[in-house]
C-alpha cells in the first residue's frame, strides 16, 4: 500500500511540521478549461469500470481545490523521533478509551475474531491508531480532494484509480453521502481505507447489504480483521515480544528482511526482556532495533508483516503492535528510549500548549495536536531559556522548564 495512505492520526503526529497548511502555501492556480480537459479522460476511464456516465457527470461535478496539491510535495519541517510518535499514540488515554471499546464492543469483536481469526484487542489498536476509535477521520471532502489529485500533481495515475474507486463505492450505493470527508489524500472512515482498499476488502458485517466504514462499527471492525487476514495473519500467533539483545550484538542484522528462525536468534543471545519462552525454534523471525542497539528492540514474527502492511511504516507498526499489548493488561516497554528529552502523551501536550498560551504565543486551540504554531512558540522558549537543540520539539525538557516558572 502506498505510503500516501496516511491516517488522519498518524499524519497528525508524523508530519506534523508540515507548514503547507497554516503558512500561505504556493498554491498553483486552477486552469478550469484543463480540468474539465481531464475530466474527460477521467469519465471514459470510469465508463470501463462500470461507472455509467450519467453517474459519472453527476458524482464528478466538483470545483477541484488547488490547496491540497502543497500538502502532496510538503516535506516535513521538523522530524518527528519514534518516541514522540508512540508517547502521543499509545498513551495512557488511548490505551483507557480501547480498553473501554473492548467492553462495549465484546460481543462484535468475539464474532469478528471467529470469522477472520483476529483478535480483539489487535482490532482495536488499529481502530484506535487509524482513527482514534472513530472519533478523527478527516475533514476534507473527498471528491473534491481526489479530484483535484486525479488531475494535478506528481501522482495522477495513482489518484485517478482512487477517484474512479470511490466514485464507484457512491455509485454502487456502499457509500451514501457525497459530501464524505476524509485526510487530503483520500483516506477515509473508522479504518481509514482509501478508495481502492475499500473496494477489495471491506466487508459487510451488520448485514444491512452495504459495506459502510463510515458509519458501521462492525463492518469497520470486521473490514479491518479482513484486511489483516488477507495480508497472511496467523490466529493465535504474536506478533513478536521486546527483547534484550546480547552484548556486542551487530546491529546490522537487525531489520524486517532479514529473516532467521528463532533458534538461530536465540543461538545469537536474543532472548525476551520478560524471560518469557519464544515460539518453536523453526519460527521464521526478524529483529529489530529501530533506535538502534541502545533503545528498545523487538523480535517480530508474520503477524508484525501484516500490521506493517496496513501503512508501511515502522512506527505505525509498533504503535499498533504496542498499543494492542496494552490493551492485553502489558505494561509497556520495558527498555527507555535513547533520549534524555522523552515524548510527550496528549495530556502532557495539552499542558505544555496551555503554557504555551500563557506565555503570550499565538497557537489557537489548546488541542494535543502539535502543529507548527505550537512547534515555533517551543522554539522562541527554547531560545529564550537557552535549551538546546532549538528544534521546536515538543518534549518533556520544555515542558518540565515551562512548569517550573523558567
Ligand atoms: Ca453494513
Redesign the pocket.
Known amino acids: 500500500m502506498s505510503r500516501l495512505r496516511l491516517s488522519v492520526l498518524s499524519g497528525l503526529l508524523l508530519c506534523a511540521g508540515s507548514a503547507a497548511a497554516q503558512t500561505a502555501p504556493d498554491v498553483p492556480a486552477y486552469d478550469a478549461a484543463a480540468f474539465a480537459r481531464c475530466m474527460t479522460g477521467i469519465r471514459g476511464e470510469a465508463a470501463k469500470a462500470g461507472i455509467p456516465q450519467a453517474a459519472f457527470d453527476r458524482l464528478a461535478d466538483v470545483t477541484p481545490d488547488m490547496s491540497v496539491l502543497p500538502l502532496l510535495n510538503a516535506q516535513p519541517e521538523f522530524t518527528t523521533p519514534l518516541w514522540d510518535y508512540l508517547a502521543g499514540l499509545v498513551d495512557d488515554q488511548r490505551v483507557e478509551d480501547g480498553r473501554a471499546r473492548l467492553v462495549e464492543h465484546r460481543a462484535l469483536l468475539d464474532r469478528v475474531a471467529a470469522q477472520y481469526g483476529v483478535d480483539a484487542e489487535t482490532v482495536v489498536a488499529v481502530w484506535g491508531v487509524e482513527s482514534d476509535y472513530g472519533r478523527i477521520s478527516g475533514k476534507r471532502p473527498l471528491r473534491v480532494s481526489l479530484a483535484t489529485l486525479a488531475c494535478h500533481g506528481r501522482r495522477q495515475a495513482f489518484f485517478r484509480s482512487e477517484f474512479i474507486a470511490l466514485l464507484k463505492l457512491m455509485h454502487e450505493g456502499d457509500l451514501r453521502n457525497p459530501d464524505l470527508t476524509g485526510s487530503w489524500a483520500g483516506a477515509f472512515g473508522h479504518t481509514q481505507f482509501m478508495p481502492s482498499t475499500y473496494a477489495r476488502i471491506a466487508v459487510?458485517?451488520?448485514?444491512?447489504?452495504?459495506?459502510?466504514l463510515v458509519d458501521?462499527i462492525?463492518?469497520a471492525l470486521a473490514s479491518t480483521a479482513n484486511y489483516l487476514k488477507r495480508s497472511g495473519w496467523q490466529t493465535g500467533r504474536p506478533w513478536g515480544f521486546e527483547v534484550k539483545l546480547p552484548a556486542g550484538f551487530d546491529i546490522k542484522q537487525a531489520g524486517r528482511t532479514n529473516r532467521r528462525t528463532v533458534a538461530d536468534w536465540t543461538a545469537r543471545g536474543v532472548a525476551r526482556v520478560d524471560g518469557g519462552a519464544l515460539p518453536a525454534g523453526d519460527t521464521r523471525a526478524a529483529v529489530i532495533a529501530p533506535t538502534g542497539a541502545n533503545g528498545p528492540a523487538f523480535i517480530v514474527f508474520r503477524n508484525y508483516d501484516a500490521i506493517y502492511s496496513y501503512n508501511a511504516a515502522e512506527s505505525y507498526a509498533l504503535a499498533i503492535a504496542t498499543l494492542a499489548d496494552r490493551l492485553r493488561g502489558g505494561s509497556g516497554l520495558a527498555t527507555p528510549w535513547p533520549t534524555d528529552d522523552p515524548g510527550l502523551s496528549r495530556a502532557q501536550r495539552r499542558e505544555l500548549q496551555t503554557l504555551l498560551l500563557a506565555r503570550g504565543h499565538d497557537i489557537g486551540e489548546v488541542d494535543g495536536m502539535i502543529g507548527t504554531a505550537t512547534r515555533r512558540a517551543i522554539q522562541a522558549e527554547q531560545r529564550r531559556l537557552g535549551l538546546t537543540p532549538d528544534d521546536g520539539r515538543a518534549g518533556r525538557r520544555i515542558l518540565d522548564a515551562l512548569n517550573a516558572g523558567r
Open positions: 459487510d458485517f451488520d448485514g444491512d447489504g452495504r459495506r459502510d458501521s462492525p463492518d
